[in-house]
């Protein structure tokens, strides 16, 4: 059965390609059959084997980078929430 | 040098690596420039200190994190906090990006260009619609820069963000250093992308700077992809592109310089606000050659 476009499922498959370095190496390594396995219609399918490797291997690293830079500073945050709650602790105790 | 004749405004996105500076040299600042996101889990006292500096200088907010330009429907709770944040800060405007940030249970954490279809056009005004209603305000919207062509892309870059732009009567931020990336991965020109866009719509315009990147291209052959990272200076064309934008635009501009990381001393970036001056105030002095021109012609 040919499946319909669903653009959200596209968009999902090209985050997948962003973020997970095997899902990245499985469609690098096999373009047409890893977006047959994602249910991607023909149009899409035919959109993503195009893909330029280069582009995205150095699109996948920035978006990584991007996330540890995110993740420190949710981590920074978490430990100045801690800090405030301490120090309201404290306060409220006395 | 501070005001420009024409009402232009040029400012600076807030950084706590920057913050002394700001204070010390506000007035060489017109306007900055907050990102929401960041105060999203902010202990109340920085919040506050927002307010603070709001009675020094005019705020807008940035916001990175709701994934506008999808086909799927945004955060809710996401939303919900831009909106809390902005009704508390009460910023002059507020502004997001046109790109995806999500998918599923996939969080990308920053922003990727998504396909652009008709699709992504309709997901971005049914997104800006419930925005409208939650938030109370339509944001700018701002223009991405992209290592990859999206594929599944039906439009260009210019039509899709017109398109999007004259669909929602939102406003436009246009990212100069993003159109320029983009002209050069993708080999269009940024002067015939700008003359193509509502350029009535357009109220903000953020200027940065990126590197270049080597992409091995197979055959012993690289090619250079440009990289918006803010950790560099301006580049000349950027200014470029702000004369030209200065020239076609008759509403007042407001400029925004942004700067991540790698952060010069302050002079620097005073020397790069200036620039930023210097070429609005070329491109309102074309402009207004040409209008006299015009009329004597």
Avoid at chain 2, 218 to 238: E, F, I, K, M, S
């Amino acid at each position: 059965m040919r499946a319909e476009p669903n653009p959200a499922r596209l968009e999902a498959f090209l985050a997948r390609l962003y973020v997970d370095s095997d899902a990245r190496s499985a469609f690098l390594g096999d373009r047409v059959g890893s977006a047959n396995a994602a249910g991607l219609s023909d149009a899409e399918r035919e959109s993503v084997v195009g893909l330029d490797a280069a582009a995205l291997e150095l699109a996948a690293c920035s978006f990584s980078h991007k996330r540890v830079a995110m993740q420190r500073l949710v981590a920074q945050r978490a430990r100045q929430r801690s800090w405030f709650q301490r120090f309201w602790t404290r306060l409220l105790a006395r | 040098m501070r005001q420009l004749n024409s009402g232009d405004r040029v400012g600076l996105s807030w950084r706590s690596e920057l913050a002394a500076g700001i204070w010390q040299h506000l007035e060489s600042i017109d306007i900055v420039e907050v990102i929401a996101d960041d105060y999203f889990d902010a202990p109340l006292r920085r919040v506050r200190a927002l307010s603070t500096l709001a009675t020094q200088v005019p705020l807008i907010v940035h916001g990175i994190g709701l994934g506008l330009a999808s086909a799927s429907a945004v955060s809710e709770p996401h939303l919900n906090r831009i909106a809390r944040f902005v009704n508390r800060v009460q910023p002059e405007s507020w502004s997001e990006h046109l790109a995806f940030v999500r998918a599923g249970s996939i969080e990308l954490g920053h922003l990727a260009a998504p396909p652009r279809s008709a699709a992504t056009i309709a997901g971005t005004l049914a997104n800006l619609g419930r925005v409208r209603a939650v938030v109370g305000s339509a944001p700018a919207l701002e223009n991405v820069a992209s290592l990859l062509d999206p594929p599944g892309s039906e439009l260009d870059e210019a039509s899709w963000v017109s398109a999007i732009v004259s669909g929602s009567k939102a406003p436009l931020l246009l990212d100069l250093h993003n159109l320029y990336s983009n002209a050069q991965n993708f080999g269009f020109s940024a002067a015939e992308y700008l003359a193509r866009l509502p350029v009535e719509q357009i109220s903000i315009v953020h200027v940065a700077g990126g590197t270049w990147l080597d992409a091995p291209n197979g055959a012993n052959q690289a090619r250079r992809l440009r990289l918006d990272d803010h950790l560099h200076a301006v580049p000349g064309a950027v200014f470029s592109l702000l004369e030209e934008l200065a020239f076609r635009a008759p509403q007042r501009l407001t400029v925004i310089l942004e700067r991540d990381g790698a952060y010069p001393p302050f002079s620097e970036l005073l020397a790069e606000l200036n620039h930023a001056r210097e070429a609005v105030a070329r491109g309102r002095a074309r402009r207004s050659e040409s209008e006299r021109a015009r009329r004597a012609g």
